[in-house]
């Protein structure tokens, strides 16, 4: 496994100096997630602190606003890209509680920004429609798992009724690329 999260590493090592693009955004958390997965489980330092400056990459992204320019950027499915964005993020942020680290709290709680703006949509807010200039696509039926299995995570940091109800009604929250159910 460690040979893996060496791949992954080297791969997006090679492809950061570059300029934005696709590996800095919601691919670079889900490499992340992998690597920091591996570390924790081989008690690698050195993984679990490169998956932590994969969590910083997306946390200092994240606008005042609580969107992801590089997920805004996808017109009719940047809601979609962002709850996708938000699921490696909240993870790579309980890694780093079980581990001693406040990762919820950086860039002033960063991810929580990007939680309330999205759930914000979900609920109906307009946000997205507007600045991504075109209607938004929204979920049909109750939420599924990529859709919103990370928000059991955030609520039992954060409390919020809002997300508890959404989470109520989704229609599983066990997500293949998380390896099942998310804790709590």
Same mark, same amino acid.
């Given at each position: 496994?460690?040979?893996?999260?060496?791949?992954?590493?080297?791969?997006?090592?090679?492809?950061?100096?570059?300029?934005?693009?696709?590996?800095?955004?919601?691919?670079?958390?889900?490499?992340?997630?992998?690597?920091?997965?591996?570390?924790?489980s081989?008690?690698?330092?050195?993984?679990?602190?490169?998956?932590?400056?994969?969590?910083?990459? %997306?946390?200092? @992204?994240?606008? #005042?606003? !609580?969107? &992801?320019?590089? /997920?805004?950027?996808?017109?009719? =499915?940047?809601?979609n890209?962002?709850?996708?964005?938000?699921?490696?993020?909240?993870?790579?942020?309980?890694?780093?509680?079980?581990?001693?680290?406040?990762?919820?709290?950086?860039?002033?709680?960063?991810?929580?920004?990007?939680?309330?703006?999205?759930?914000?949509?979900?609920?109906?807010?307009?946000?997205?429609?507007?600045?991504? %200039?075109?209607? @938004?696509?929204? #979920?049909? !039926?109750? &939420?599924?798992? /990529?859709?919103?299995?990370?928000? =059991?995570?955030?609520?039992?940091?954060?409390?919020?009724?809002?997300?508890?109800?959404?989470?109520?009604?989704?229609?599983?929250?066990?997500?293949?690329?998380?390896?099942?159910l998310?804790?709590?």
């Amino acid at each position: 496994m460690k040979a893996v999260a060496r791949q992954t590493m080297d791969c997006y090592d090679v492809a950061m100096p570059k300029p934005q693009g696709a590996k800095q955004n919601n691919h670079l958390y889900w490499a992340a997630v992998e690597v920091g997965a591996i570390a924790i489980s081989a008690n690698d330092r050195t993984m679990f602190d490169w998956a932590v400056a994969g969590y910083r990459n %997306g946390a200092e @992204q994240i606008t #005042p606003e !609580g969107t &992801l320019p590089l /997920e805004m950027h996808r017109g009719q =499915r940047a809601l979609n890209y962002h709850l996708y964005a938000i699921a490696p993020l909240v993870y790579l942020a309980e890694f780093g509680a079980d581990n001693g680290m406040d990762l919820f709290a950086e860039n002033n709680s960063a991810i929580s920004r990007l939680v309330d703006r999205s759930i914000a949509r979900l609920l109906g807010s307009s946000y997205f429609d507007r600045e991504a %200039g075109i209607h @938004q696509d929204m #979920p049909k !039926g109750p &939420l599924i798992a /990529e859709e919103i299995s990370w928000a =059991r995570i955030h609520v039992h940091h954060f409390p919020d009724a809002r997300i508890s109800a959404l989470l109520s009604q989704a229609s599983s929250l066990s997500y293949m690329y998380l390896g099942g159910l998310p804790p709590f």
